[in-house]
């Protein structure tokens, strides 16, 4: 069906909404679904010539589907960036950008801040097939500068990181990485784009779980790297569609239509989670609380800076205590206390989400790597939702007054 092209000067938010593949002969108003691991050709000359590349269209569904090309579409106009490539996962996401762009001998420099699971998979699971790794203090730009070498590829950071809240200089990173003649790659997974565009800043690479904010209401996994069209085209998308670490047109769908509530939800969650740290950082239970927004925070002014002047959806707090057996026991009581939010190791969801670091997205880690990211024992992770902020303090308070 004919329509027609959107305005080029359309805001963030309507391309949130509007952006997306052709609708289809029937003209339907919500992004069709495109099921289908496989598209009938017009000939067989017209079938060679795609698959050789030399024609656009279809062909088979690890090469591409429309739904997941309107995905693709949306977040590359939401991140500022020429294209998307959409994966299974956040972490296939990662897979995918370290397993196109390094081999052995290259070099990674990584904040030890990051996700437990990139931790260990670059330094161990790719360390078995020779590429070199450094992990560095998040915050400490001399150690990311000392840590380069001749054959570094690519600076990866995760900002803010997960859980501790702790925000990079993502323009003094991509100066660094370009002047070594590496690439930098931002995991924006806790800002999103709506808080906070990478690219602009001077990443060329920008890593999301769409698991989390981008789905917003926890129902699917999903992955994507937006970088350069010469990027994806020439290095992403080959191992791409040799690997299979594709994503299905259904999560493609649920997350494209999770996109066009995206800016609404996280402004919404961002204020419910600064209300939410205001309160924990004076409550007698809490040691200490751990969010960007707060004027405690280390980093809060860079983070107004590149985060549109809010702090995201998610704080963590410790537990007051007088060890780290004592602080694991007090934690594992306020989480078990819980009634109305949930218990759960996901984030980003319209429901309140709360999670032990330790125990669940670090339990991989040795406990020197724990301390060395400095995840206690007494550490909860709090993802905001959209309950009533009453009922958020009230739920926390039958641990809080119960330890």
Known sequence: MSQHPLPDDLHLETLAVR?????SQYGE??????LTSGYVQPSAEASARRFAGEEDGYTYGRSGNPTVSSFEMRLAALEGSEACLATSSGMSA???MLFSLLKAGDHVVYSQSMFGSTL????SEFARFGVESTVVPQTDLAAWK???R????ILFA????NPLTEVCDIAALADMAHNAGALLAVDNCFATPILQRPMAMGADIVMHSGTKYLDGQGRVMAGALCASEKLIKEKLLPVMKNSGMVLSPFNAWVVLKGLETLDIRMRAQSAHAHELALWLEQHPAVSRVYYPGLASHPQHALSMMQMSGMGGA???FDVKAADPQHARTRAFHVLDSLRTLSLCTNLGDTKTLLTHPASTSHGKLSEDQRQAAGISQGLIRVAAGLEHLDDMKADLLRGFDTL
Do not use: F, Q
Not at 150 to 153: L, W
Not at 158 to 161: L, M, N
């Open 120 to 123: 260990k998979l670059i330094g």
């Open 19 to 23: 952006l997306a593949a052709d609708r």
């Open 29 to 34: 108003n919500s992004e069709a679904l495109y």
């Open 150 to 153: 001749p054959n570094t590829k």
């Open 314 to 316: 998610v704080l963590s």
């Open 158 to 161: 995760e900002t803010p990181t």
């Open 146 to 148: 000392a840590a380069i």
């Open 94 to 96: 990662v897979m995918l």
